[in-house]
C-alpha cells in the first residue's frame, strides 16, 4: 500500500529553520514526482515545491523561492524540505503528496498529485 508520512514540523520563531521529511513506503520514488504543499486555516490548499522522480528537476513558488529548498534521496526514499527564514505567513499545515509524472519536471498543481499523507503542523510566531 502506497503511503506518505511527514514528520519534521514545530513551532519555531520568525527567522528561524525547518527541516520537513516526507517518508514513502510502498513505492519507489523513483517513477513518482512529490510535491509540497500547505494549507493555512481558511485558505485552499497550495503548492510550495515539487521535485521530479529523477531528482533533476524542482520547482518552488514564488513566496518561498531563495528560502525553501526541496531534495530528495530515494534510496532511504525520503523528500525533505529545507526551511529557513521562516516568516509567520508560513504557518500552516504541511502535506508531501506523489504522482507518477515526468521523470523530468514537475508541478506544483494540486490536483494533479493522487497520493497524499496526513500533514504536519508548522508554527512561526515569536
Known amino acids: 500500500q502506497l503511503q506518505l508520512v511527514e514528520s519534521g514540523g514545530g513551532l519555531v520563531q520568525p527567522g528561524g529553520s525547518l527541516r520537513l521529511s516526507c517518508a514513502a513506503s510502498?513505492?519507489?520514488?523513483?517513477?513518482?514526482?512529490i510535491g509540497w504543499f500547505r494549507q493555512a486555516p481558511g485558505k485552499e490548499r497550495e503548492g510550495v515545491a515539487c521535485i521530479s522522480s529523477s531528482g533533476g528537476s524542482t520547482n518552488y513558488a514564488s513566496s518561498v523561492k531563495g528560502r525553501f529548498t526541496i531534495s530528495g534521496d530515494n534510496a532511504k526514499k525520503t523528500v525533505y524540505l529545507q526551511m529557513n527564514s521562516l516568516k509567520p505567513e508560513d504557518t500552516a499545515v504541511y502535506y508531501c503528496a506523489a504522482e507518477s509524472g515526468s521523470a523530468s519536471d514537475c508541478s506544483t498543481y494540486v490536483r494533479i498529485y493522487d497520493y497524499w499523507g496526513q500533514g504536519t503542523q508548522v508554527t512561526v510566531s515569536s
Open positions: 510502498g513505492f519507489t520514488l523513483d517513477y513518482y514526482a
